[in-house]
C-alpha cells in the first residue's frame, strides 16, 4: 500500500493540456505523485482508452478519470477529487 495519491495527467502537448499541468502541479502536495502521461505514444493511448479518455487533458487520480474530465477541468473540481489532500482525508 502506498501512502502518496497517484495522479497522471494525459497530455498530447497542447496549450490547454499545458495549463492543466501546471494547475495540477500548484495544486499538488508532498503526497501526490505526479505522472504527465503522452499521449503520442501507443501504450499511453491504449491505457487512455482502458480507463475510458475520450479527450485531452484528462486526470487521473488514484487509478480513476476525475469526474472533471467529462466537462471542465478547474481548481475546485480537482481539489475536491483529492488533488493536493494526503490519502485519508
Do not use: H, W, Y
Amino acid at each position: 500500500m502506498t501512502n502518496k495519491r497517484t495522479v497522471e495527467i494525459f497530455s498530447a502537448g497542447c496549450p490547454v493540456c499545458k495549463d492543466v499541468i501546471s494547475l495540477v502541479d500548484r495544486l499538488t502536495c508532498s503526497s501526490c505523485d505526479i505522472t504527465v502521461m503522452d499521449m503520442n505514444t501507443l501504450e499511453v493511448e491504449k491505457k487512455a482508452r482502458a480507463l475510458g479518455i475520450r479527450s485531452v487533458p484528462a486526470v487521473v487520480i488514484d487509478g480513476r478519470l476525475a469526474d472533471c474530465c467529462a466537462n471542465n477541468i478547474n481548481e475546485d473540481a480537482l481539489t475536491a477529487a483529492g488533488v493536493g489532500q494526503p490519502l485519508g482525508t
